[in-house]
């Protein structure tokens, strides 16, 4: 590839591969509002937390909803059960029903909400007969992949960013579904996305995933571009109790044992291989999918099909930082999003 396409797509250390110990650059105002004002511009933040009540919910603030045409703003969440069955709820705000602040996380989207209280995070959502209330409590610091984009054009001016302000926390609160209030406590995740342009055209799908243990807490992306010659965007980032290990975009992935989705002709990898060698930290990760949780075909935004997918799988984790081996094996939630 050309030079400057190359450093678009590696744009989290400004056109490089790039690693960084013990980092401390996020800043609170990296999860208040990007405003912008072109029609293509998105944002939003994203929540999930599993509880020890086998109960996992995930909530949404698309202050401009990327996957709608027009974009408009939307508040979406689903809660699951442990028997497996959902409950979700989406709902549409209009423009004036509508606020968030730039110097820290605080959103409002009709009678909904999110705020950055300082010392955690707590949020409300209701929509027809359910509703979620929580506080998220960091157990790791908040994290930002060197500039935090994932793509940055300076002749276009297009960008495409992500930081993840609570990587791992503790999570308590409450769900309810018609009469039935359900107490909630547990571990979360947050993250926040916003961009000037519809990333579809630079990117054609992505891999996430993230891991929580006692030991350790990985967030991992393989963001893949629509162009085959471009270089694969992968942050990952590896923490131990409240410190950040290694920031990085310096992660390989092999993708391997491909199933054929029969509703829609895609086909999906089944296995992933990650590992990455960076200042001092070596990691192998092994990823084993064992069932499809959710699946939606997104709203009919292009003249194509969007999906997105939600996995459940078997993880073996090996790590050695600074010559001290570790590991651990367990299962986790992962996704594939199509676009």
């Known amino acids: 590839m050309e030079r400057l396409p190359k ?3 590696l744009a989290i250390w400004n056109g490089r591969w790039g690693a960084e110990r013990n ?3 996020y800043r609170r105002e990296d999860d208040g509002a990007h405003p912008d004002n072109g029609e293509d511009a998105y944002e939003w933040w994203y929540f999930d937390a599993s509880f020890d009540n086998g109960y996992h919910a995930v909530v949404t603030f698309h202050y401009r909803n990327t996957f709608l045409r027009p974009m408009i703003p939307t508040v979406q969440f689903m809660i699951y059960r442990p028997d497996g069955t959902q409950v979700a709820r989406y709902e549409a705000c209009g423009n004036d029903e509508i606020s968030a602040g730039r110097e820290f996380c605080d959103v409002r989207m009709g009678r909904n909400w999110v705020r950055d209280c300082g010392d955690g995070y707590e949020l409300f959502m209701a929509i027809k007969d359910a509703s979620v209330s929580l506080r998220f409590t960091n157990r790791v610091p908040g994290w930002k992949a060197a500039t935090g984009y994932l793509y940055r054009d300076e002749a276009s001016g297009r960008v495409s960013g992500w930081v993840v302000p609570v990587p791992h926390g503790e999570v308590e609160g409450e769900l309810r579904i018609g009469d039935e209030t359900i107490p909630v406590k547990g571990t979360g995740y947050h993250d926040h996305n916003w961009g000037n342009y519809r990333f579809h055209e630079t990117f054609h799908s992505w891999y ?3 891991i929580h243990n006692e030991a350790w807490t990985l967030v991992y992306g393989w963001v893949i571009p629509r162009d085959p010659a471009a270089p694969v965007v992968s942050p990952l980032l590896i923490a131990r109790k409240g410190e ?4 990085t975009n310096m992660l390989r992935a092999e993708l391997a044992d491909p199933e054929t989705d029969t509703r829609t002709g895609k086909q999906y990898m089944k296995s992933l291989k990650l590992d990455c060698d960076a200042k001092g930290v070596v990691l192998s990760l092994d990823v084993r999918t064992t069932r499809t949780i959710e699946f939606m075909r997104m ?6 099909d969007q999906y997105y997918y939600r996995f459940l799988a078997d993880y073996h984790l090996k790590l050695e930082v600074d010559g001290v081996p570790s590991s651990a094996s367990g299962e986790f939630l992962h996704e594939l ?3």
């Open 23 to 25: 980092p401390k650059n």
């Open 337 to 339: 999003m199509i676009l």
């Open 7 to 9: 450093e678009n797509y």
């Open 208 to 210: 996430w995933g993230r």
């Open 299 to 304: 709203p009919k935004a292009h003249p194509w």
């Open 244 to 247: 950040i290990v290694l920031s």
